[in-house]
């Protein structure tokens, strides 16, 4: 061919011959040609490198890319935080899975422009704050952390490639502030900080496959919640607390302390409202204690209910007189001591049972100890150290003796189940074994008996009528307690509680009602105690249960105790 | 193709059978390319910095089809008509770059561009083929007059145009130029002692620009070894590459360039892989090459130096300019704001390249043997 001839030739100078010099040009056309093949060709083969060899490499579809400063090794997103339900699954708090928003100020395209869009975006986020920020020398500066879709569309659509995005879990409270307590909340990287989310970390931060079902039942929840808010308000109380617990397994069904807070964004309230009232605060509850000083009687006490004790005077012990609130001026019967609540007869009960008797069965029922339950804030109980016979008497009527409303809910529980331990628990077991596992008995049966009659007493004749209910039977005690003050106590700022157990002849449920520092109004003649504050909110609670549990009402027997009569036959027999 | 008969004796008739067909076929494949790949690439660019979504494509598609007209009107001119419109184009290249000190605009670091009738025009573009033509019209003159000194006055215009460039300073566009008279030194048929010369100039000419001009330094910096600044850009594309594989993500699909700040232009080789798979960017980067190797395989027919030394530097500029684009994306290259011929966005590239293929189309037609031939025997 005329050009490979040409190859020859190669060297003709410039100045060669007219003829020549076309010769020696199309020689080297074709030198021009190899070049620019072997140029291409170093293309296609770099094609092939990047689209056919490395993109295998990156597996099928090859979606996800290694671009070094888009990926940090350490962005591996965490194991998704487990769920926390109620008892029938309904959602507690759960992870979704949230952009967070940060930048790289190298990449930074736009920064006046971005950072302005990104204000108009986020009204927490200034504009001058954010063009410091896209300033930064380092490569990472987090902007905002869990954003909306909707957002994050937004921001994508800005199209500035030094805003990055990185995947985190955000944890969502579905209830709101209902549960704060018992849930808790955790932070962003997943510390849990209180109630279950604390109580339950390392189960919760293995990861999604587990939900963690905890003993409450939002309806339960629901109802405290709404009626001791609205009595707070109604009596302008201080704060307010509830419990319900199942007398049997020890479930918390609804736990409730006033005021709360936003688990989404806990430190927005007061420090205080993150307080715990029903597990670590620590109160002298007055009355209700009445419940276990009559238990421990009859335990220790042969034919307790024969004996009567003289409440006609203020009883003097040394520098100490303790009245009733309501006297009698008569000699009353156990029954009646209990029903009309008089400190002077239980006073007179724990001595005669005497200081260890009182001290040793309040321990056995968990009273004197901190509670061994598996909840993060536990408060432990005060009393007298060292303990005088004027303790006894005191600590029979509840005073001198401060503990946590989970605690009394657990032995008022252990008091009327036929006498056995409850533990109180916020978590259900993975597979319930009822009936099953070895029952510890603390009381005798004959004295739950009685003290489910004398309870059932208290609502159908004595402090606590207004918590009756036509056809359920409901029982309880009232306690109405002044708190201590500078000097001595105050008068005028009581703790005024009630604690309700229904259905009375098959405990099922042990209700607990505070309020701290209720103010008397007309409509209860000025009075805030128990039976004007509590007892009402108790019975509206016990309603709002029938309700949705459809309790259906029954035919009452009528209490042997009641009309004063005789005491020997007693309703609730170990055989009903 | 009934209404252009062989037989008919009009214009556009006789254009039409003597016009090298091959390579305009190869030149609306690419015109199909660049109008897809524009209009996948900058809706996203547009819309980030805050323009209508179809701002670039419309004028993409307008300033095509006027550098389509103009190309064929070029083609259409003889090879005394195109020296002299390059002449004419070149002076007035030259002159806009002198005054772009003075009246320029500034983009992203560099003065290329004046305003002009509401465009913005970057007039070194332009100055490129026509300088191609004008200095293979000197040379080739050298050639039929002993005396005349072409060759010189080629060297003196490329000193010029070389100075005007590194002023601005655009060291891709020096580059590419100085390649080409290379190019077009070597088809002349220079000794290749006189070319390894050159060539060792060439490098000392590199490394005075690499000490010289920062941002120069920092790309091949970096190309060398990418841990010592940013290779974003880069990443990115190459990112696009591995996404595209065999199949690629399908027209207007790939996501790479929302975060391209050049995907519609200096970047859109990346935009290709990713959208339009191996196998279409593959055949993508053959037709630069069928381009090249065709219109050489012309140049081969020819009896007159001109055509070959203009057309030898026009299609060295194009298959170059593709190559260093392409190698650029593809990180066999330091990362040089480069225009896809044909393809890429940007006004006065688009017009420019016209312009250059128009030339290429003028010398390689039939008629035109046959002409200079006769011209030849005349003489």
Known sequence: ?576 | MSFLSRTDKNVLSTWFWTVDRTMLVFVSILMAYGVMLVAAASPAVAVRIGLHENHFLVRHVVVLLIAVVGMIFTSFLSPKGLWRLATLILGAGLFAMILIPFVGMDIKGAQRWIHLLGLSLQPSELVKPAFAIVAARLMAMQKEKEHFPGELYAAGLFAIIVLLLMMQPDFGMSFVITSMIIAQIFLAGCRFKYLISVGVLGIVALLIVYSSFDHVRSRIDRFLDPSTGSTYQVDKSLESFRQGGFMGAGPGQGTVKLHLPDAHADFIFAVSGEELGFVFTLLLAGIYLLIVIHGLRKMEESEDMFSILACGGILTMIGLQALIHMGSSLHILPAKGMTLPFISYGGTSLLSIGFAMGAVLSLTRHKKRARIVSRRVSR
């Open chain 1, 1 to 576: 061919m005329a050009s490979s001839r040409s190859l020859n030739r190669l060297s003709v100078t410039i100045k060669g011959g007219h003829g020549g010099s076309l010769e020696v040009a199309r020689a080297r056309i074709l030198m021009m040609r190899a070049l620019f093949l072997a140029l291409y060709c170093v293309v296609a083969v770099r094609l092939f490198d990047l689209m056919i060899i490395q993109n295998i490499d990156l597996g099928e579809g090859g979606e996800h890319i290694n671009v070094s400063h888009f990926i940090d090794p350490e962005q591996d997103l965490k194991v998704r935080r487990a769920d926390i339900v109620d008892r029938n699954g309904v959602l507690l708090a759960t992870s979704l899975k949230a952009a967070s928003l940060y930048v790289d100020p190298k990449y930074i395209l736009t920064p006046e422009r971005t950072a302005r869009a990104l204000s108009e975006m986020f009204p927490d986020l200034s504009y001058d704050v954010l063009l410091k920020k896209f300033q930064k020398s380092g490569r990472f500066v987090w902007l905002k952390r869990g954003i909306t879709p909707e957002d994050q569309a937004n921001i994508l659509k800005i199209g500035d490639p030094g805003l990055g995005f990185r995947d985190e879990y955000k944890r969502l409270y579905p209830q709101g502030t209902l549960a704060a307590h018992v849930v808790g909340y955790s932070n962003i990287d997943g510390q849990g900080f209180m109630g279950v989310e604390r109580s339950f970390q390392a189960m919760l931060e293995k990861g999604s496959d587990l939900t963690l079902r905890t003993s409450l039942d939002i309806r339960f929840q629901h109802a405290l919640h709404a009626e001791i808010a609205q009595t707070m308000q109604k009596f302008s109380a201080k704060a307010g607390a509830g419990i319900v617990l199942d007398v049997q397994t020890g479930d918390v069904l609804g736990m409730v302390s006033l005021p709360d807070f936003d688990p989404h964004a806990p430190t927005s309230s007061p420090k205080n409202t993150q307080f715990n009232r029903v597990t670590q605060g620590v109160y002298e509850l007055g009355s209700v204690f009445k419940i276990f000083s009559t238990a421990a009687f009859l335990e220790t006490q042969k034919n307790a209910l024969s004996v009567t004790f003289d409440a006609r005077e203020p009883l003097k012990r040394g520098r100490y007189t303790i009245r009733d609130y309501h006297p009698e001026k008569r000699v009353l019967s156990i029954p009646e001591i209990f029903m009309v609540s008089s400190n002077i007869g239980t006073a007179l009960m724990g001595e005669t049972i005497g200081a260890e008797g009182i001290q040793s069965f309040y321990k056995k029922l968990g009273l004197m100890d901190k509670p061994d339950i598996a909840f993060s804030e536990v408060g432990k109980p005060l009393y007298p150290r060292p303990w005088r016979d004027i303790n006894t008497l005191t600590a029979s009527y509840g005073h001198g003796i401060a503990v946590s409303p989970i605690q009394l809910v657990r032995a008022v529980a252990t008091i009327v189940n036929g006498g056995y331990k409850v533990t109180p628990r916020f978590v259900l077991p993975e597979s319930e074994e009822r009936g099953q596992g070895t029952k510890t008995r603390l009381v005798s049966q004959e004295t739950s008996d009685v003290m489910r009659s004398l309870m059932r007493l208290v609502v159908t004749d004595g402090t606590a009528k207004q918590a009756n209910i036509e056809g359920y039977d409901i029982g309880g005690k009232t306690g109405t307690a002044e708190k201590p003050g500078k000097k001595g106590y105050d008068r005028k700022k009581l703790i005024s509680s009630f604690v309700g157990v229904f259905p009375m002849n098959d405990p099922q449920y042990v209700i607990f009602v505070m309020l701290d520092e209720p103010k008397g109004i007309p409509e209860t003649h000025g009075y805030a105690t128990a039976g004007w504050t509590a007892v009402p909110t108790f019975a509206r609670i016990v309603k709002r249960i029938i309700s949705f549990q459809a309790i259906k009402p029954q035919i009452l027997h009528n209490n042997d105790f009641s009309q004063k009569q005789s005491v020997s036959n007693i309703v609730y027999g170990g055989q009903e």
